[in-house]
């Protein structure tokens, strides 16, 4: 039904049209494509790390900047304003917005000619990346009743797996492609490399979902806003004050969790380079490798990872978010070593398989223990907050800290592959006792919230 028409009439059908209609999964998809894209984007990056290597004369350092550092920067800036913004705005246009803004400096890229102006271009993308989560599942709960809000969650949260298969197994055979034909030729524009298209055509697929948004009502609120954009930033103080105030209870919990982004961006980010250098693969046959494995084996890890730890919590286990990310690191830890020692490409590839299905394993714990930490009244900002921490620690740190330890190490082949192998152990050293010693407060806060009895 038309929201527009008489104010009152009108907020009323589209209400009940909302919660009762078929609409809100086409709502639910769309978002689900927009996410399929921002991940994509994020990690093209990783896909021609080579190329780019070579091209602008890069260091190992610079280009963990690039993968990791550059992106977080403003991602995790604008993330929790952005959280509250989008409870005072018109949310399809705001993430109309930020995928236009994003996917123009993704194309933009193409275009750079030095670091300096590549990192710019890697600063704006997680600027208007930003604004995707928060405006998204802003979107969600107005659209979908509590009954079905998870299963809209989880369309919109699938995005990101598929965005990582495609990203490298799409973008691996597109820039097969591009290799084989001599790179890219655009009329005006001249010859262009491969990894420059790779950019360029990165930057083209917001189109199609920018159509698509396009036939995305914004929904009606069922509550006042307030004042405007004051009144949520205000609200958005509050909640952070809660938070500070209760500091001993989240520390523990978002120490483990961006810990545990380090431990899972650090190799992500490298794979092609760790199958290039250690296995000697053409890095388009590496992308596409990678592809395959996330787009089949990290959804498979995901939903196993909350099966267990529904399990666990209906067993009562003290702690049991930070049980399994405690888990996880260590499980991280063997099958990374695993990987790096493979002497040939069938056992590394069984070995990366392994990993991709633990890095995704632990995500449902650092989302749902977040939200068990958190009266309902804080949860948004609260989910906001961890995703800043868990975005800002995991492609701000994960990806530099590899490429700055592989620049120090001894020259030779393997370098990467010890210097990921380094922070795996520094992250399972950290991870480990923490959560050990965290399980109790974290069973009283719970407690507390009123999630356990």
Known sequence: MNPAGPPQTG??????AYETGGYKWYVALVLCFAHTVAILDRFVMALVTESVRGALHLSDTQLGLLQGTGFAILYCGFAVPLGSIADATNRRRLILLGLSLWSLATAAAAFTTSFETLFLTRIVVGMGEACLIPAGMSLLAAYFAPANLARGTAIFGMGANFGVGLAFLGGGALLAILQASGGLHVPGLGAMAPWQGIFIFAGLTAIPVLVLLLFVREPPRRHEVGSGLGAQLGSLGTGL??????????APFLVVGSLTAVSGYAVTTWSPSLF????????ADASKLIGLIGLFIAPLGTISGGIALDRLRARNVLGAPLVVMGFGVLYTLATVTAFVLSPNLIMATVAFSLFMFGSTFVLPALYVGMQLLTPDRYRGIAASFNMMCYTLCGLGLGPTAVGAISD????GGGTLGIAVVIVEIAMAAVIVPVAI?????????MLSTGEIH
């Open 276 to 283: 290039v250098r250690l296995q000697e693969m053409a890095q």
């Open 241 to 250: 004050r809660y938070m500070w105030e209760n500091l001993r209870a989240y």
């Open 408 to 411: 120090r190490l001894p020259a």
């Open 11 to 16: 907020e009323l059908r589209a209400v009940a």
């Open 437 to 445: 010693l965290a399980r109790h407060r974290f069973h009283t806060r």
